[in-house]
């Protein structure tokens, strides 16, 4: 029987051999590699060593790759991880769902700081100050106007002076008397008397003239208060009586305004004091407005069958004008209990529904929700999700993506 040996070209390391017999086996055929070791032709172990050599590259790239196909399952759990580290959470609860309702309305003035201006006194409107749209400061010369009242004012005090420094002389004189007993008391309590008259009818002109204003035949408009004139009805040359019932200038502070909003009778027992509501208009459809009901007037209007409501906003940017259309949605408590989460959490996918979850294990997660209703920047779903379950509410449409792909 003939001694045969395996032919290891290069003289192979024992790490090397120990792979290939793992890989190959104990009781693999070796016949295409085994030959008389002293009886092998040169060509045979130029074949034998080129044989050898594609062993070891197959041997070491298999090695290579069976490493390589372990990593995927370490690194995708890293990166699902990865997914949530720039995310924010919000909890799924279970409340009451809020209705809403949706009215229409307009934005007014704010009726306690609206002021009308009057003239006090009459005459002709010589300069106009101020015109409609203009703002103007508490005390602020809005018209000049020549009164001839003015002018008879101004005569009153003089008049009222002289009869001053008459009583107070005739008193003197009456009092001297009485004391030399040639004049009775009864004419001394008299002169008394006609001084005492005397002082109040230069008091009472003396006040008139204050309230009025201005100097000699000159009356000036000044405004009573700071803000936007919003009415005016004065024109230069303007004839004016001290009992003409229509007033120069409307002044009204625009920092806060009134939304009136026209509730029908069959939606009365839904508003309340206190309802939250949101105001869009118009002339800024992509602004909302926010703010609560604060008043509900307990009076129908005849003809339209509705009953106002008032919203008071900060307008301290101006943009809200008085005579806006505005619509109204006052939110209010239902009966209906469901789970509800924040709206921008849900992503609208393939006509379908979903919102990623965040699971204990800090994964996420991709759900598909049916939803019941949408009120403002809450949703309330019917299933899905249960109280408690963290939902994302930042970047979930990456998030949604990524894990879908």
């Known amino acids: 029987m003939k001694k045969y040996s395996f032919f290891w070209p290069l003289q192979l390391p024992p790490h090397l051999r120990l792979i290939a017999r793992q890989v190959l086996g104990q009781h693999v055929n070796y016949s295409l590699i085994l030959a008389p070791y002293n009886q092998a032709p040169k060509a045979w172990k130029s074949c034998?060593?080129?044989?050898?050599?594609?062993?070891?590259?197959?041997?070491?790239?298999?090695?290579?790759?069976?490493?390589?196909?372990?990593?995927?399952?370490?690194?995708?759990?890293?990166?699902?991880?990865?997914?949530?580290?720039?995310?924010?959470?919000?909890?799924?609860?279970l409340e009451n769902v809020r209705n809403e309702l949706n009215l229409t309305g307009k934005i007014t003035f704010n009726q306690d700081k609206v002021v009308k201006v009057f003239p006090l006194v009459g005459g002709h409107i010589e300069t106009l100050k101020a015109d409609l749209g203009d703002?103007?400061?508490?005390?602020?010369?809005?018209?000049?106007?020549?009164?001839?009242?003015?002018?008879?004012?101004?005569q009153e005090a003089v008049a009222a002076r002289g009869q001053l420094a008459v009583a107070q002389k005739n008193q003197q004189v009456t009092e001297d008397m009485t004391k030399a007993g040639l004049s009775s008391q009864r004419e001394l309590v008299a002169s008394q008397e006609q001084l005492l008259a005397a002082?109040?009818?230069?008091?009472?002109?003396?006040?008139?003239?204050?309230?009025?204003?201005?100097?000699?035949?000159?009356?000036?408009?000044?405004?009573?208060?700071?803000?936007?004139?919003?009415?005016?009805?004065?024109?230069?040359?303007?004839?004016?009586?001290?009992?003409?019932?229509e007033n120069?200038?409307?002044?009204?502070?625009?920092?806060?305004?009134?939304?009136?909003?026209?509730?029908?009778?069959?939606?009365?027992?839904?508003?309340?004091?206190?309802?939250?509501?949101?105001?869009?208009?118009?002339?800024?459809?992509?602004?909302?407005?926010?703010?609560?009901?604060?008043?509900?007037?307990?009076?129908?209007d005849p003809d339209s069958k509705t009953l106002k409501v008032r919203v008071t906003l900060d307008n301290a940017d101006y943009r809200l004008k008085p005579e806006m259309?505005?619509?109204?949605?006052?939110?209010?408590?239902?009966h209906d209990q469901r789970i509800s989460i924040p709206a921008k959490a849900v992503v609208f996918d393939k006509n379908r529904n979903f919102i990623v979850l965040a699971n204990k294990e800090n994964q996420p997660i991709v759900r598909e929700v049916n939803i019941y209703k949408t009120i403002g920047q809450?949703?309330?779903?019917?299933?899905?999700?249960?109280?408690?379950?963290?939902?994302?509410?930042?970047?979930?449409?990456?998030?949604?993506?990524?894990?879908?792909?």
């Open 48 to 93: 034998l060593y080129s044989l050898s050599t594609l062993l070891i590259v197959a041997l070491l790239s298999s090695c290579g790759s069976s490493a390589k196909t372990e990593e995927p399952s370490s690194t995708g759990t890293h990166r699902k991880n990865n997914l949530l580290a720039t995310a924010t959470f919000d909890t799924a609860k």
């Open 378 to 405: 809450k949703t309330y779903l019917v299933g899905g999700v249960a109280p408690g379950d963290r939902v994302v509410t930042t970047n979930q449409l990456l998030i949604y993506n990524a894990l879908g792909n």
């Open 248 to 300: 120069l200038f409307t002044v009204s502070n625009l920092e806060h305004v009134w939304v009136l909003a026209n509730v029908y009778e069959s939606d009365l027992a839904n508003v309340h004091e206190g309802d939250a509501a949101t105001i869009t208009t118009i002339s800024y459809p992509d602004k909302i407005f926010r703010g609560k009901i604060d008043k509900i007037f307990n009076v129908l």
């Open 135 to 154: 703002y103007v400061q508490k005390g602020q010369i809005m018209a000049v106007i020549r009164s001839g009242d003015l002018a008879d004012l101004e």
């Open 199 to 245: 002082k109040g009818e230069l008091a009472r002109v003396g006040e008139r003239r204050r309230i009025v204003g201005g100097s000699g035949s000159v009356y000036l408009v000044k405004a009573p208060m700071s803000g936007f004139v919003v009415e005016k009805s004065a024109s230069s040359g303007m004839e004016l009586r001290s009992d003409d019932p």
């Open 325 to 334: 259309f505005a619509n109204v949605s006052v939110t209010y408590a239902g």
